[in-house]
């Protein structure tokens, strides 16, 4: 559910945001300064690689039933993370557009 907001506030067609198992490019994070950590921070480093213009691949993979161990993920905690990263997103975007618009009214006059 949490992807299809994040798809929705971004308007890009991903599967998933929140998955933990991504290999990116040196050049695409080494310039992005992201606030998150936890769980949040995965979809935080794609969301503003994505914002910058940088294209996302994804290779279609089975999720398995955990077998050993347990999840050290907290629901609540991260529920709290993605809502912030959700307001923060939909703010980054809102001002990218707002400039867009600026932009495009002083070429107009």
Request: proline letters at 1%; hydrophobic letters at 50%.
């Amino acid at each position: 559910m949490v992807s299809a907001l994040y798809k929705l506030l971004i308007g890009q067609d991903v599967y998933t945001f929140t998955c933990l198992f991504r290999a990116y490019r040196r050049d695409s994070i080494q310039g992005i300064r992201f606030r998150s950590n936890g769980f949040a921070a995965v979809a935080e480093m794609m969301l503003r690689a994505m914002l910058a213009g940088y294209r996302v691949a994804e290779v279609p993979m089975r999720l398995e039933s955990r077998r050993f161990g347990e999840s050290k993920l907290k629901v609540s905690d991260a529920i709290v993370a993605h809502c912030r990263l959700l307001l923060m997103t939909a703010l980054m975007v809102s001002t990218r557009q707002a400039r867009g618009l600026r932009r495009a009214s002083k070429l107009a006059n």
